[in-house]
């Protein structure tokens, strides 16, 4: 491998260089370990923790109590828009310790430090908690059923929210008068974001500067919000400082209770307190994905012309409302509710319930995936009731190029697309008219096999900040560093925005970049909904001209003539100086003269692709396997070809493991999570996908200044639809009429049975 293709990340990942927030460790360091709750609704009616507090080697226990007596707040939550009938969306006050009852198996109930994490965890074993068990309501349906247990004192019927979407009456209109309708009910089931590196939080106090804390992140400024919407703090009295994250989807977004625990223990203690999580605490309490039933319905014409689409969704919120929990199942799920496709009327409403399980947050795509899911099984659906063709149905109602910008039935605006061009390339890289050879001989050999098509659609985030930075700052050696406040958990941010920078300074040998400096005030938005590129990127090109327009009056002095930039010099007839170099030159003036900062606000955009999914299924065990997979995405302009294949690999196979395993299964009566270790809970392998091929149609777009969409969702957005309509083209001519994830072979095994023997039989 040449030096070029190695990326800038890889040295320090690779020789262990690099430091993730275990391996930072500070001077008079004491340990946390929590108590947590092991039941899923009870009142606490009583805690002693005199034993634990006695204990050699314990500075401190912390309860609920305590955490009320400091005055701290709420952790932060919930959206601030108005759902149907102008309501508010119902949050109840979430303590970083559990106060009065436990509402979930896993819940913090009593912060033990000591001086080692065993002492700390020995120590927790002292403290008795007595409780008072109440009944669990364990998902949606139980949640808002008749007489369920009220999980808040304040919140009747354990309804959150309520949000719509939409024109009803043109819906029922729509639905009135046409000639064919088609239904699916997509249940998207809880799943844990299982990272590589487990949370983990360090935290230092200050009686003059504040709290300095260490945890993996999506970027410090979201981070420093929330701990101090939670503290009280004001945002410049908290430091946050995240190096390396070993993976996030989505989970690493926002503060935990366990963070702003740990701060208020080190306030207390002013000594350092570090938490590094188990991996059981991980399942227990890490923030989950997904969580949603959605129930779409489809109108058409005699010809198969799209009229109107209307989905009824229910999203199970856990026990309390995260920042991101209830807009994933409103606007997240229905900013992109008609795909790729021309429908003249649309309407969805939604209802969000809390339920005594972990709460629910931000997972690979945070709802998109799931809408593109389910529009496009309901479109499969659709093509195998009413005897459509898959493909030419697809292409009979997608919206044309020459629309956009197209603004669908519910306000969104698509700026750009070349929907039946992606399409048509996925076909020839899939060989879908080869596909009923493959079937044949799948059938000869005792298999089931199957095709499945995705033409998809998603979002890319706007972002919370109303623009992004990319500081430039030299040092006493003439290098540059770069700043931005996006945060790479595995991406490649570096190298991407390094190439990005070459382009225009036609070098990066002196370049170092950071993602987030406590000292520096850089504004923009954190890493989350595939924006770091478009975003942060956006930014650093920019900065690219900037750098050198304001270099060229110190290269005039210099030079002592007017001067024209080329491939990293600046030239004045037969003399130049390197870019470097004057900026070693003019290393001793303090701020350096070459300092700048570019910006620019960058809207939302919407990455697209077609996915197709060829699996083979062994009816004799039930085993489902992927046997070739094709993608096409139209992500806007692609800055590293490499990056983008890793990136869509990784999300695919992500979502052919919601499809064929991943699955948080929570026991119905007592609430006890059943998947709380990789002995019960299947992580996706790659053996689980024989080959994946990828291409690209990029179709730029003018929202921003790369002209790029984003693909860090793009994978697992296509992969839910495309895997689950091959499972279900492959299972189809049995008679099975639908498949529900996770499709484990124990699933698939039992669903076959008594039909297998007469398909094979057949001539």
Known sequence: MSEKTIRREDPRLLTGSGRYTSDWNLPGQLYAFFLRSDRAHADIASIDATAARTREGVRLVLTGEDYAASGWKSLPGGVPYEGVGGQKQKKPFWPALAQGKVLYVGQPVALVVADSVALAQDASEDIAVEYRELPAAIGFDAATRAGAPQLHADITGNLAFEYESGDRAAVEAAFAKAAHVSRHTLRSQRLVGNPIEPRAFLANFDESSGFTVYTPSQGMNNMRGFLSAATGLPVEKIRVITELVGGSFGIRSYSYAEHVACMLASQKLARPVKWVATRSEVFLSDNHGRGLTMTAELALDREGKFLALRFDDRADLGAFSTPFGPQIGSRNITITMGGVYRVPAMYAITRCAYSNVVSMSAYRGAGRPDIACAIERVVDCAAADHGFDPIELRRRNFIPPEAMPYKTANGTVYDSGEFEAVMDRALLLADWKGFPGRRERAKREGKLRGIGIATFLEASAAGVFAKDQAHARFDGNGDLHVYTVSQSTGQGHETAFARILREHLGTDEHVHFHEGDPDLAVVGNGTGGSRSLYGAGSAVKLLGPKL?????????????????????????????????????????????????????????????????????????TGVVEVVNYATVDDIGTVVDHTSVEGQVHGGVLQGVGQVLGEHAVYDTETGQLLAGSFMDYPMPRADWMRSIVCDEHPVPTKANALGSKGVGESGTSGALGATLNAIADAVRPLGIADVDMPVTPDRMWRALRGQVDQFFRQE
């Open 548 to 620: 050198v327009e304001t270099a060229m009056p110190h290269a005039r002095a210099v030079l002592g003539a007017d001067v024209q930039y080329r491939n990293g010099k600046f030239q004045a007839g037969s003399k130049s100086i390197g870019f470097f170099e004057l900026a070693k030159k003019l290393a001793r003036q303090s701020p350096h003269p070459m300092d700048c900062v570019a910006e620019g606000t960058f809207g939302a955009t919407y990455p697209n692709g077609c996915h197709i999914a060829e699996v083979e299924i062994d009816p004799e």
